[in-house]
């Protein structure tokens, strides 16, 4: 029954009632019970698009994307496996705005922003990279930022920018790292985090850059 069908129809018959209070309160448990059981299938679908990301990363991305031997490499501006992610990302944003309305729709695309840059942000560090290999996760990384401006959520935003500064360090030269780590985009992340991005660049024993931060 629709609450326009609740308030017309049946409450006009139980309004000087006891019944009348017994009915309000059946609602609300109803009403409770719904929004309960809406919740748990909208964080399931939620999870579930965040794990089918992770599989698509896991069986798409190769080792070998990030330490390609020449630049003939970065005329794909990005890998496959980022291109696969952003079209299903563009697909299920689509969806949730076809059958979500209001705040509803924030609240879903914020937790699913928020999971989404968790899988990548842990996907990135499995890898080490080149100086080419570099420039290739940035152009990832960029495009995955272009897909998550269509969610039009500033936190879910200033996670993957934080992002894609945090790859950037993968091509500074070692020399500038400590000043980019104090810059505007990355101040205030713990230091683990950043020497976190600066050990999977492929220089880092070499250049000495385990004292970088300190």
Same mark, same amino acid.
């Given at each position: 029954?629709?609450?326009? &069908?609740?308030?017309?129809?049946?409450?006009?018959?139980?309004?000087?009632?006891?019944?009348?209070?017994?009915?309000? #309160?059946? %609602? %609300?448990?109803? %009403?409770? &019970?719904?929004?309960?059981?809406?919740?748990?299938?909208?964080?399931?679908?939620?999870?579930?698009?965040?794990?089918?990301?992770?599989?698509?990363?896991?069986?798409?991305?190769?080792?070998?994307?990030?330490?390609?031997?020449?630049?003939?490499?970065?005329? &794909?501006?990005?890998?496959?496996?980022?291109?696969?992610?952003?079209?299903?990302?563009?697909?299920?944003?689509?969806?949730?705005?076809?059958?979500?309305?209001?705040?509803?729709?924030?609240?879903?695309?914020?937790?699913?922003?928020? %999971?989404?840059?968790?899988?990548?942000?842990?996907?990135?560090? #499995?890898?080490?990279?080149?100086?080419?290999?570099?420039?290739?996760?940035?152009?990832?990384?960029?495009?995955?930022?272009?897909?998550?401006?269509?969610?039009?959520?500033?936190?879910?935003?200033?996670?993957?920018?934080?992002?894609?500064?945090?790859?950037?360090?993968?091509?500074?030269?070692?020399?500038?790292?400590?000043?980019?780590?104090?810059?505007? #985009?990355?101040?205030?992340?713990?230091?683990?985090?950043?020497?976190?991005?600066?050990?999977?660049?492929?220089?880092?024993?070499?250049?000495?850059?385990?004292?970088?931060?300190?």
């Amino acid at each position: 029954m629709s609450e326009k &069908q609740f308030q017309d129809s049946l409450i006009p018959l139980v309004l000087s009632s006891p019944k009348h209070s017994l009915c309000l #309160q059946k %609602r %609300r448990q109803l %009403r409770e &019970q719904l929004e309960g059981k809406i919740d748990t299938g909208l964080d399931r679908a939620v999870a579930a698009v965040a794990g089918w990301v992770r599989n698509i990363l896991s069986a798409e991305q190769k080792k070998t994307d990030f330490k390609p031997e020449d630049d003939s490499v970065l005329g &794909q501006m990005v890998t496959p496996a980022c291109a696969k992610v952003v079209k299903f990302i563009s697909s299920i944003a689509q969806t949730i705005h076809s059958y979500l309305d209001g705040k509803n729709v924030e609240v879903v695309l914020t937790e699913l922003g928020t %999971r989404l840059h968790r899988v990548i942000f842990d996907h990135l560090q #499995q890898f080490q990279y080149n100086s080419l290999g570099a420039m290739l996760v940035i152009c990832d990384v960029n495009e995955y930022r272009r897909s998550i401006k269509d969610f039009k959520i500033p936190i879910v935003l200033e996670l993957f920018e934080k992002l894609h500064a945090l790859c950037n360090l993968l091509v500074v030269v070692p020399d500038n790292l400590k000043q980019v780590c104090s810059g505007e #985009q990355l101040v205030g992340l713990d230091k683990s985090v950043l020497m976190g991005f600066i050990q999977l660049r492929y220089d880092y024993r070499t250049a000495k850059l385990a004292t970088v931060l300190k």
